[in-house]
């Protein structure tokens, strides 16, 4: 594939300048591409970004403060830490506040599993652990200086106030330890950030703020949820009705609201049924749910359509009919992550293999040497089960059935007799990952280091594991191997406007979305699911016809006889 | 007793109007109905549900009517089972049919159906229609947010019960509508339920009654 491709550029560019020339103005640089190295800056990161930060439509704050003109924030400055113990000078609570959030905590504890999640302990199927990468992963960490799971929790002035607050869209993090000597260049070739500037623009938590990195989670543009990507730094109205600046213009916070640096939406624990509905104007919500604005009956009802997709809402969530696709506006996600060809060289360098080139033109990788082999999806229709809100995660003292297919990395409860519970829409994702063979368990690895077991640099799986789970103290057999893993992504981003909803002839059809469901849990008309109704039905109408005409036909035979 | 045959206004005008409007929303009510069910793919299924939604809750209405109107102009006797003449008409329909001979019922002041009809038509108001609307008010009020006491009745069994009843009424009307090509014609059937009049066999002591109380019934030609 790699070298059909990389043969084709090499043909087609002698052929003619105008071919070349039409082709690159259609959509420029459109051929498959080889790029060699390693580097994790796509040329999406920070370009969407520091585009949507000119946007159209800054509004004047509203803010009491303008932070450019106190003294205390003149600086100067030279480090984050700096900044922080500034503003925690004047927002003395904001420091205790923030102690207890996910986002520097990176723990959970879930109130109802007990299960100890978050993402210091959790393994996904991705980049699979944070846990002893941090030095890496922590560029989305909160805080200043986490360079390895030893991290100090209870220093205020560790955390990092202006990667939510900064609103240049200047501001940066970069790798809080030394990777291999491969990774070197991985994030080189930044300006230097100006401490002053950044710290004098804080205000309210814009989506560049939350997108740089809820954007990108898994490793790149709209990897790991498929319902946020960078498309939604400044989405079209059909792909995002509450986002787009031809829409409602909201940010993360408007529905994300917070009190005291806590808000509301967690993917531990969702709400998938909001018993708390409307809230009264200018109070703040502790759910992050469609129903919490619109509440369960949001369809008009002077129609009777309106009326019926009320009764609904009790078996539906919003997002299942609201969400027809994910991976909308050009920026694919993931659906399949092969790890089992990571390590291929190219003259001993690491390279990437771009051949998927997404609707905006953009080309994904579908092969890094560092991670493997990607496949990825646009306008995907989301798998549809029934969810009540509560996750279970397989975690690394999960032991498991290797025999039993593939692991569900994190499953969920629902059931259609359940009133809390409602059909959902998730973004599946497929991974094949190395577990331990020995102990039937995920594994930590290490990825990130200048060592010779970091997996990122030298590319041995066998090593990355041995020293992933030495260095946080969890047994490992020795022998590792691959497994196939699941894991479910609920899907809340990219209302489509209400033109845009699913057909109700999408679900209520023989072959519609929710057949699966449709196992007499739930009554779904549209599928002539009753066979034997239909049977019963078939035979008495055609019964009755065939009756009527074989009478009718006799009569007529006999009155021919007659008048002969 | 001699025997008079006059034309009689046997359908009044609002037993017309119900009959061909009840006709219309049956109609309306299987194709519709037909599609929400998935058999029937000529409409989409919002529009098909709105569209049964609407034609039930008329007639629901019109049925009110209609049974207040039965009950409290004794016309509900039309629809009471009789033995009388049962046996000839169903050997009519089984053999003297075949044999060109005439339809042995000779409707009369009292009895509008022959006694085939008139039980079908008992067995159609008694049990099809309702079942049909045992099932169809719930489901209705279930998707109207004020079924939840229904709940354990389950939407699929509901369901089950209106498709079977709507299959019932669907051979009702295919039988209906070839038996009105049995006896004299076809349009002498249609007829009586367009205009009103049909032939009629009364006594003397009917006809003195309808002379000098109901001369209205009798159709004058003009």
């Known amino acids: ?564 | 007793m001699s025997m008079n045959m006059i034309k009689l206004v046997v359908f009044k005008r609002f037993e017309r109007v119900w009959h061909w409007s009840q006709m219309a929303l049956i109609f309306t009510l299987l194709f519709s109905g037909s599609a929400v069910y998935g058999v029937n793919s000529l409409m989409g299924f919002a529009d098909a549900v709105t569209l049964h939604t609407w034609a039930a809750m008329i007639l629901i209405v019109l049925w009110l009517f209609a049974t207040f109107w039965l009950l409290t102009t004794g016309q509900w006797k039309h629809y009471m089972p009789t033995t009388k003449h049962f046996i000839e008409v169903a050997r009519y329909y089984a053999f003297g049919i075949f044999k060109g001979e005439h339809h042995p019922y000779k409707k009369t002041f009292g009895r509008k159906h022959n006694p085939l009809q008139a039980m079908t038509y008992l067995l159609v108001k008694t049990i099809i229609f309702p079942a049909i609307w045992l099932s169809g008010i719930p489901y209705l009020l279930i998707s109207f947010g004020m079924g939840g006491f229904l709940n354990d009745l389950g939407v699929g069994n509901i369901a089950l019960v209106h498709t079977a009843a709507a299959i019932a009424i669907t051979v009702f009307v295919i039988a209906h509508v070839y038996l009105l090509t049995t006896g004299h014609s076809f349009v002498e059937h249609v007829k009586p339920m367009i205009t009103g009049y049909d032939d009629v066999e009364v006594t003397d002591e009917e006809l003195a009654y309808i002379k000098a109380d109901e001369p209205d019934l009798i159709k004058h030609n003009s």
């Open chain 1, 1 to 564: 594939m790699y070298n059909s491709s990389f043969t084709c550029r090499h043909l087609i560019r002698p052929l003619s300048l105008l071919l070349c020339f039409l082709h690159l103005s259609v959509v420029q640089a459109s051929e498959p591409e080889v790029e060699m190295g390693i580097s994790e800056y796509s040329k999406t990161d920070q370009g969407h970004a520091s585009k949507n930060n000119k946007g159209k439509t800054q509004k004047e704050s509203t803010s009491t403060t303008d932070h450019s003109k106190l003294e205390a924030l003149k600086g100067p400055f030279f480090s984050g830490p700096e900044v922080t113990k500034v503003c925690l000078e004047c927002h003395n609570t904001a420091g205790h506040q923030f102690m207890n959030n996910k986002h520097w905590t990176w723990d959970y504890k879930h109130p109802k599993t007990g299960q100890h999640l978050g993402k210091s302990v959790l393994i996904n199927n991705f980049c699979t652990n944070a846990r002893g990468n941090e030095g890496m992963c922590a560029q989305c960490h909160a805080g200043y200086n986490m360079t390895d799971s030893n991290f100090d929790f209870t220093n205020q002035n560790n955390m990092d106030c202006l990667i939510c607050h900064e609103s240049t869209g200047t501001y940066y993090k970069t790798p809080t330890s030394q990777g291999n000597e491969a990774c070197s260049i991985m994030f080189a070739g930044k300006p230097a950030i100006e401490w002053e500037k950044v710290a004098q623009s804080v205000q309210m938590p814009s989506r560049n703020n939350c997108g740089k990195c809820h954007f990108y989670g898994g490793g790149g543009d709209n990897v790991k949820h498929g319902d946020l990507s960078s498309v939604l730094f400044d989405p079209a109205k059909d792909v995002d009705v509450h986002m787009s600046e031809q829409g409602e213009a909201f940010t993360c916070v408007t529905c994300h609201v917070g009190e005291a640096h806590e808000w509301a939406g967690s993917r531990y624990e969702m709400t998938v049924h909001d018993e708390v509905g409307t809230g009264k104007p200018g109070m703040p919500r502790e759910t992050a749910s469609c129903e919490s604005c619109h509440s369960a009956s949001p369809h008009p009802i002077d129609t009777v359509t309106g009326v019926k997709l009320n009764s609904h809402t009790s078996k539906v969530a919003c997002e299942t009919c609201h969400i027809p696709e994910i991976a909308r506006g050009g920026v694919a996600t993931e659906v399949d992550w092969d790890w089992r060809t990571m390590g291929k060289l190219k003259n001993g360098e690491g390279f990437k293999l771009k051949e998927y080139t997404q609707g905006d033109g953009h080309h994904r990788a579908t092969y890094k040497s560092i991670k493997g082999n990607f496949t990825y999806a646009e306008n995907l229709q989301p798998m549809y089960a029934w969810f009540d809100g509560t996750m279970n995660y397989t975690t690394i003292k999960t032991q498991f059935d290797p025999a039993k297919g593939p692991i569900d990395i994190n499953s969920f409860s629902g059931s259609a007799s359940d009133p809390g519970s409602r059909i959902y829409p998730f973004k599946k994702m497929h991974t094949t990952q190395p577990y331990d063979k020995g102990n039937n368990t995920l594994v930590y690895m290490s990825l990130w280091g200048n060592d010779d077991s970091a997996l990122w640099g030298n590319y041995d799986f066998g090593k990355a594991i041995a020293a992933g789970m030495k260095k946080n103290g969890i047994p490992y057999s020795g022998e590792w191997g691959y497994i196939e893993t699941l894991s479910y992504w609920p899907v809340n981003h990219m209302v489509a406007p209400k033109e845009g909803a699913m057909e109700c002839s999408q679900c209520h059809t023989k072959e519609g979305r929710l057949s699966h469901l449709d196992d007499g849990s739930i009554y779904l008309p549209g599928t002539q699911k009753n066979k034997l109704l239909n049977i019963i039905g078939l035979l008495a109408i055609f019964g009755t016809l065939a009756g009527v005409l074989g009478h009718g036909a006799l009569r007529m035979v006999a009155t021919r006889m007659r008048k002969k």
